[in-house]
């Protein structure tokens, strides 16, 4: 059977049709409503890729409040620090939406990395990527301002897309969580940069005016 995961996560892109029809063998494909905890403390350790929909992974704290730690859609996958033993205990990753999920366990995704080692090495580049993202969002939250966490979050997007116009790739609910705020501080922010003529604002569609001065933008 062919799964709709491995034609659309990066982690495989290099791969020719016979590692796919071998990986397509270690794959078991289903269907899950919003609301589901696909990878938990108590969850056996798998590879998690999305096909369909999208999953948030975040990180309960201590007095339970949940940390944004991103947001995944097709293509993504979640649970590769499971299958190497060091997953962290607070870490939780749940569907937003209704999803089509994959899952390799631990056993045969290691040893499919001992016969395909290709794949260990875009596990690399992809991880690199998402400690990347963890060290930028470490950056927003070490920041007391509110407004310093968002203009720097939105200046990092029109970097990463080398364009003034960029789109929030979340929700702003999310972003407030992703950000360690309330959407209601959010949209006040918002609010003032767009008075400010520093921004324009559609939707979740937002065009940077000036760049400058928004990194110097302060209340």
């Known amino acids: 059977m062919t799964h709709s995961c491995t034609a659309v996560v990066p982690l495989f892109k290099n791969l020719n049709d016979e590692a796919r029809a071998a990986i397509d063998a270690l794959t078991h ?36 409040k949940e940390q944004l730690l991103r947001v995944d859609g097709v293509g993504d996958y979640e649970g590769e620090a499971g299958l190497l033993n060091i997953a962290n205990p607070n870490v939780y990753t749940e569907t937003l939406t209704a999803a089509t999920v994959c899952t390799i366990s631990a056993t045969d995704f290691q040893q499919l990395l001992l016969k395909q080692p290709q794949i260990s090495l875009q596990l690399l580049t992809e991880n690199a990527r998402k400690m990347q993202a963890l060290e930028k969002q470490a950056g927003y939250l070490g920041n007391d301002s509110i407004n310093v966490r968002l203009t720097h979050y939105l200046l990092d997007l029109r970097t990463a897309a080398g364009q003034d116009t960029v789109t929030v790739p979340m929700a702003w609910t999310q972003l407030a969580d992703y950000l360690g705020t309330t959407p209601e501080t959010v949209s006040r922010t918002l609010k003032r940069l767009a008075e400010e003529k520093l921004i324009e604002r559609s939707g979740k569609q937002v065009k940077i005016l000036n760049a400058e001065d928004m990194e110097d933008f302060a209340w």
């Open 29 to 64: 494909e289903r269907q899950v409503e919003k609301g589901t905890v696909l990878i938990s403390p108590d969850t056996a350790a798998h590879l998690l890729v999305v096909a369909h929909g999208k999953l948030k992974t975040y990180q309960l704290a201590t007095n339970g």
